[in-house]
């Protein structure tokens, strides 16, 4: 049975003036993460302080995979002077956004016990049904999903399940997947519905390299008044189903067997959504399993692409690829942002798509057509026996945000003169050539590495100055393969203390990886290991590029100061001229200047905010508000905090 809480407190009108709503995940559904309100500017950030802070509770007590998954990584919504959000174990909230008091909460009673790939989740949705008298049950809807797969609809006035929303007011999402026993809690929703009219349009989550039979990463649809399934779209091309001239050319080349099995290549970041043009564009990610192909022949449209969906009907409009036949977890990542430039005197409807290989993509989103060229370039074959790469990879025209150079001994790093010299010898074992050398049994050095480049963060843009502001880590990782004969010898060796090892079932390879790291910990390149960079979209180059955060708490005294420090999380504009981020491994909060990059403001945090932070008015203040739970891979300081930022009242 699902409980719920509501308490005390009455809501509050929005002053009359105060129009704007952060009613999605990305801001509103083209995913710009600009707000635009100018009370917070950078010369007053400075008197920002605390106005309210919100605990959750929630710190994965009893969750069988908390101390090694579990996140907060919500961008809560404001509608009507109430904030939503939800956490990673299931628990949704409504707070009152002046004030941070609770509203309602909802449990849905996620099961503890699951081996879950991830705990996040990064937010809830919201949908107001245009048909339905406004002081109707359910009238306005908040959507959320789970890390079991449900998709559960509430009544945003009190917290109580549309009953009239599939079964009680949830619908089960792991049916029709090909989901296994054995694989309960790998298969799994961690970003928002995309709202589309009245349809909401769900992605998965679905844990890596267990094999090539992973569960389907298919795209689906539903009416959000009923619940009914409306559409569903499968990324992987099957031969049966899919026109000879929309498919991969190479696909068929793979039997039929091989051609049913493969998995995977699902969504797993957020959607954008264009409602003039009835639009959804999906992000995809790597076909089953990451780091071998050779079971999966072919470039594997519409694996790691960016596709363009009708709403209502799931027909593909374009697609285009980004990453052919991954072979290094390279997801599009990302939520697709929707922005508008201007061309010769004209208004472009344009996408911006960030992804982990540190490149910036920017399409036409009517046409999927490049704004600025994709060249196909040759890139590095030297594959291990039974793998076939791509011969060349997409680059875009723009400047790529982190190094595509290989990673050569004289480039080591270190804390210590020792540490360097153990990062030299460790380089030179390895295999390297640059961006996209394909794995092998000594070990290849992947840089940016599987977490980016950039990652779900992504970044915002500010339609002012025409700047896209961007997280993104330049971290090298070493991802070495294991002939199946090996791998329980190597795994049981003790060698390996801190690799991560994965099965790859299906292939002749298992598959262990890790960050390339000196003995003390640091990672074998120079930093900054994470930036903040603003690129013009105007003229096609770097505006401006920072080190982001310190490796403060997670390098030892007295190498506290060393800047650049990886971080998960997006950034927020403002039209005041600031972008506010968290993300890094050193729980500080910080402003930019838009313009310049220069840091004005930074504030210590009681736990890491790897989030996105929001702002929005309630009450004539301008408040920025994120989430600070810490992230279990990063490392960094859990906590269950929602924190509000504001200047004194009366300024």
Known sequence: MRTILLLAGLATALPAHAIFEWNAYGGDGRGQRHAPLAQITPANVARLELAWSFRTGELGDGFARARAALTFEATPLMIDGTLYFDTATGKAFALDAASGRVRWQFDAKVPRGLDYSEMASRGVSFWRDAHADTAAPCARRILFATIDARLIALDAADGKPCT?????????????????????????????????????????SIGDNGGTDLELGVVRAFDLRSGRELWHWDPIPRAAKVPADAADP????????QAH?????????????DAERGLVFVPTGSASPDFFGGVRPGDMQWANSVVALRAATGELVWGRQLVHHDLWDYDVASQPMLVDLERDGRNIPALVQLHKTGQVFVLDRETGEPLFPIEERSVPQDAVEGEVPSATQPFSALPPLVSHAPVKPEDAWGLTFWDRNACR???????????YTPPSL????????????????????????????????????VVALIPRDELDAQYDSGTYEGWEFASQRGTPYGMRRTLLKSPLGA?????????????????????????????????????WDIEGAPGMGGPLTTAGGLTFIGATTDNYLRAFDTSTGAEVWTMRLPAGAQATPMSYEAGGRQYVVVAAGGHAKLGTTRGDYLLAFALREGE
């Open 523 to 559: 990672p074998c390149t120079a930093p900054p290991w994470g930036k903040l960079v603003a690129v013009d979209l105007a003229r096609g180059t770097i505006a401006w590029s920072k080190p982001l955060g310190t490796s403060r708490d997670r390098a030892p005294w007295p190498f």
């Open 442 to 477: 000594a070990g290849t050095i992947e840089r940016p590495g599987y977490a980016g480049g950039s990652n779900w963060g992504g970044g915002a843009w500010d339609p002012q100055r025409r700047l896209l502001v961007a997280n993104v880590m330049e971290l090298p990782f």
């Open 425 to 435: 010898d460790r380089i030179a074992a390895l295999h390297s050539e640059g961006i």
């Open 250 to 257: 190479d696909f068929g080349e793979v039997d039929s067997q």
């Open 261 to 273: 099995w493969t998995g995977a290549a699902n969504a797993w970041a957020p959607l954008a959504v």
């Open 164 to 204: 009239d929303f599939g079964r009680g007011g949830e619908v089960m999402l792991s049916k029709g997947v090909r989901l296994s026993e054995r694989r309960v809690g790998q298969y799994e929703v961690t970003s928002p519905p995309a709202i589309a009219g009245d349809v909401a349009v769900v992605g998965s």
